[in-house]
């Protein structure tokens, strides 16, 4: 198939080129020159703009973007897609933005003849690399099933969430939990390793017994409990504090909008704001134990 693919930064890089092992055709765009480079070097086609990759012969586009603003730059600007692009040319954007603007962007391409399908993941940049990412899907059945085949070639669990933007929702409402059970469970271990407890054997309980969750058997925020993740390796890589403050401000503005309180989600929030705030905003979101710790 022939492909658009605009968005090469961290993720969108790894899953272009994943893209292309599997046998797909690329047109791709980005504003960094390196990152259009590697997927010129792995076979693709490289254009100047999101306009040129609409007027390319793609059958399909991707977006993997920073933020809302970008999304709407891309698909709604005086030079975007929605602009160029040719009826019937299928749209997947897997940026991470608030429901609502998934909603308006996939209305405007609908109305035309573009079908969409918000499809942001899960799985970080090893996911990406590996191809093993969770696609968290909003839109119609159809459009779904038609794009399931391209998504498996860059994610192992292809999950339908429902309607447009439900996507989006899922994405907002893991990442808001992922944010208040990783503040729990470095809370948890400070408490016990001040309380005078190996931080192993603590862990070790924690993970046989009722709080048992990812962020402690598999991302253990605490140095020393678990090899090859973030705290073994004085936080570098994973997933950004920044990161997960977006996220968290995107589930809170989702929750405002609808009028959902989200009493954790906005705690959570404040306590990411402040290590960002601090200038740790670069280190991984597990790092958020050093605000118990001390050591920031």
């Known amino acids: 198939m022939n492909i658009g693919f605009i968005g090469l930064g961290n993720m969108g890089g790894p899953m272009a080129l994943n893209l292309l092992k599997a046998g797909h055709q690329l047109t791709v765009f980005d504003l960094v020159p390196a990152s259009v480079q590697a997927l010129i070097d792995a076979g693709a086609h490289a254009v100047h703009s ?44 897997s940026s991470t933005i608030d429901p609502m603007t998934a909603r308006e962007v996939a209305a405007a391409a609908t109305k035309q003849g573009n079908p969409m399908l918000d499809a942001p993941v899960s799985g970080g940049t090893a996911g990406a690399a590996a191809g093993t990412l969770t696609f968290m899907v909003g839109g119609s059945e159809a459009d779904f099933a038609q794009a399931q085949p391209v998504l498996a070639a860059m994610g192992k669990n292809i999950v339908h969430c429902g309607a447009s933007g439900n996507g989006q929702v899922a994405k907002v409402a893991n990442n808001m939990l992922l944010g208040i059970s990783m503040i729990g469970v470095a809370e948890a271990m400070n408490l016990g390793v001040a309380l005078g407890m190996d ?32 705290a073994a390796r004085g936080y570098s890589g994973g997933f950004g504090a920044n990161l997960m403050l977006k996220d968290l401000g995107l589930a809170t503005e989702a929750a405002r909008q609808v ?12 306590l990411y704001q402040t290590f960002s705030a601090e200038g740790h905003g670069d280190l991984d979101f597990s790092a958020i134990i050093q605000l118990y710790s001390g050591k920031v």
């Open 50 to 93: 999101p306009a040129a990759v609409a007027r390319s012969d793609a059958e399909l586009i991707i977006t993997m973007l920073p933020a809302a603003r970008h999304v709407k730059a891309v698909y709604l600007g005086e030079d975007g897609l929605l602009a160029h692009v040719t009826r019937g040319v299928r749209l997947i954007d």
């Open 199 to 230: 931080a192993k054997v603590l862990a070790g309980v924690i993970n046989t017994s009722s709080g048992r969750c990812w962020s402690s058997d598999t991302y253990n925020p605490f140095p020393g409990v678990l090899e090859n993740v973030p």
């Open 259 to 270: 009028q959902q309180p989200v009493m954790l989600g906005a705690l959570a929030q404040q």
